[in-house]
């Protein structure tokens, strides 16, 4: 008897990796903190893994943190807030204070910028606030003289899935590298320079500063302000689908290509082991656990708390840099004031019974 084969059919929702965005349900935070306080005095700072926040001139500050209030029902785990804490009232007209994800052009090819098959690009997040307030999605393309577009979308207080597709354009296409080629920004408060013109939202056009944040609110403009988000997805076409949720180490492994932090975990763990090249001085290999997007540079955290050991001898690190990075792996110098270390004897760096003991190596775009 012959048998007729029925095809399932296609289902969007399906396609692996469709969310451009890393961590966009705001789990993976390898930096470790809960929350940070006193941000708004300017510059760029990472919270969570992939979440940038940016400041500039403003007298305001807010704290901004990793929360378990998400939408009732959906998957989600965890969110972040950003709270006001200092009000600024009287706004300078350079003041600036967004959120916002970098993307590198090697995850932006699908959308065929600059061609004449351009596609659309489609933004999706859940948000809320303490109450009704108007913000602005902005996409810039940084690879093409910062062409950008902008779009509004009102938050209240009650979590809601916004939905906002931005056009397709064929001007300017994406570098094909692991380089920065967009930047997705959420505009929170803005001074006139950047709201006195006309709000850049029908099509992709050249950078005006005036023309970004036209008609948003200020999270600044009471210590009652907040904004949650979380959900966070960017993906090709006109239409968005449900949030795709990945497996925790998968996503651990997307977010360790820009950052990764070695030690901090627990007590006496060990960051590496290798060589006394010189006497008194141990260099050792640290294996990153995926290859990173770049030769990352290395901060040190409470260098005091670290021990180098060298078979049976262990001291106190006084100093610890860089010696060689690599995508792979870096070489690491550990440092101790004494003399009890010879070279070619091996060893090895541990964080000494103290969880806050740790190196950051940092490939962020």
């Known amino acids: 008897m012959s048998q007729t084969k029925v095809e399932a059919p296609f289902v969007e929702d399906n396609i692996p990796f469709r969310n451009v965005i890393i961590n966009g349900d705001m789990v993976v935070n390898q930096r470790g903190s809960s929350s940070v306080t006193g941000l708004g005095a300017g510059g760029a700072h990472y919270f969570l893994d992939r979440i ?113 597709t931005f056009p397709a354009d064929t001007t300017g296409a994406f570098d094909n590298d692991a380089n920065k080629s967009m930047s997705m920004v959420f505009w929170l408060h803005a001074g006139s320079n950047y709201t006195s013109g006309t709000l850049n939202s029908s099509a992709w056009g050249s950078m005006t500063d005036t023309n970004r944040a036209v008609g948003i609110g200020s999270i600044m403009a009471s210590t009652s302000n907040n904004f949650f988000i979380t959900g966070l997805q960017l993906e090709v076409g006109d239409k968005a689908s449900e949030f795709e949720f990945l497996p925790h180490d998968v996503q651990l492994q997307r977010c360790q290509r820009y950052f990764f932090r070695s030690g901090g975990n627990v007590a006496y763990e060990l960051s590496g082991v290798g060589v006394a090249t010189v006497n008194n001085r141990l260099t050792i290999n640290v294996n990153h656990p995926v290859p990173m997007r770049s030769a990352p540079s290395l901060t040190v955290n409470n260098v005091g708390n670290f021990r180098i050991g060298v078979g049976a001898q262990s001291d106190a690190a006084n100093s610890i840099a860089l010696d060689v990075s690599g995508i792979n792996t870096s070489m690491v110098n550990c440092n101790q004031a004494g003399t009890d270390y010879t070279t070619g004897h091996a060893g090895r760096l541990i964080n000494e019974n103290n969880t806050n003991a740790s190196l950051d190596f940092d490939s962020e775009i």
């Open 52 to 164: 940038r926040n940016f400041s500039s001139g403003t007298a305001g500050r807010y704290t901004i943190s990793q929360e378990t209030d998400v939408p009732a029902g959906l998957g989600f785990t965890n969110s972040v807030k950003m709270q006001c804490t200092t009000a600024d009232t009287s706004v300078a007209a350079s003041e600036i204070t967004i959120l916002q994800q970098q993307i590198a052009g090697e995850n932006l090819q699908r959308f065929n910028k600059g061609t004449s098959s351009a596609k659309e690009f489609t933004v999706s997040f859940y948000a809320k606030a303490n109450e009704s307030r108007v913000h602005a999605l902005e996409l810039i393309d940084t690879d093409n003289s910062n062409r950008h577009i902008s779009k509004l979308f009102t938050v209240t207080t009650d979590w809601k899935r916004h939905i906002i």
